[in-house]
């Protein structure tokens, strides 16, 4: 591995369902992000966590949980999914949330449709 | 509250130089980013500025002045392969990253 990986790549979901979408780094970074891009409204920050063990609540938090077990995971949950979580989310990382010149790496991404 | 703005969408001729505006307002400052995203892939890091000036990188070069809230991303001798959107992210006194809704740039022959 190298860098961050993202899974799956696309996925299309029925409405109500759960879904767990995998994030792993293997940069040793402390801080991990979640984001969904869609079109007209750029990337927005879902959760984020500063290092292992914490985790916080970005601008469009709602319907969606994370957890940071160990330092190179961060998985997103949709407990229920609904269309309007139809997006396509970006894991990140960098090497310390708290620094001001440190950037942010990105997955590749996961292209998620709710039906 | 946040507010990033930056062009939607701009046009260029290969060869030619575009310079692609972003302006903000937001609660605290902690510089100030800029990312190349290609269609259906993920944004890759182009320029970090915290202090007022130019920053030069090859044919990119990103410019920021802080009183006025404004930042600059400047490239030259532009190639077809510079086709993408390019993001102007802020980050804020809580040190989250503000991301603009993008500039799309066309490069035409």
């Known amino acids: 591995i190298a860098g961050i990986t993202q899974a799956p790549t696309s996925q299309i979901l029925a409405a109500g369902r759960r879904m767990t979408l995998r994030c792993t780094q293997d940069?040793?970074?402390?801080?991990m992000y979640w984001y969904r891009q869609d079109l007209g409204l750029g990337l927005r920050l879902i959760h984020y966590s500063n290092t292992a063990g914490t985790t916080g609540k970005g601008e469009v938090p709602d319907g969606y949980s994370v957890s940071r077990a160990n330092t190179d995971d961060f998985p997103l949950t949709l407990a229920s999914a609904v269309p309007s979580q139809t997006s396509v989310y970006f894991c990140?990382?960098?090497?310390?949330?708290?620094?001001?010149?440190?950037?942010?790496?990105f997955g590749p991404g996961t292209r998620l449709t709710v039906l | 509250g946040q507010n990033i703005d930056q062009p939607t969408e701009m046009t260029a001729t290969e060869g030619a130089i575009v310079q692609i505006n972003c302006t903000y307002q937001?609660?605290?400052?902690?510089?100030l980013f800029w990312y190349q995203q290609h269609a259906g892939e993920a944004p890759t890091f182009l320029s970090y500025n915290v202090l007022d000036g130019l920053e030069e990188k090859g044919r990119f070069s990103s410019f920021l002045s802080r009183s006025k809230g404004y930042s600059y991303l400047l490239l030259k001798e532009l190639q077809m392969k510079d086709s993408a959107s390019y993001l102007c992210?802020?980050?804020?006194?809580?040190?989250?990253?503000?991301f603009g809704k993008g500039t799309s740039l066309l490069v035409t022959p």
């Open positions: 940069m040793r970074h402390n801080a």
């Open positions: 990140a990382s960098s090497g310390d949330g708290t620094s001001g010149s440190d950037e942010q790496f």
């Open positions: 992210a802020v980050k804020d006194s809580g040190y989250a990253l503000n």
């Open positions: 937001t609660s605290g400052f902690n510089g």
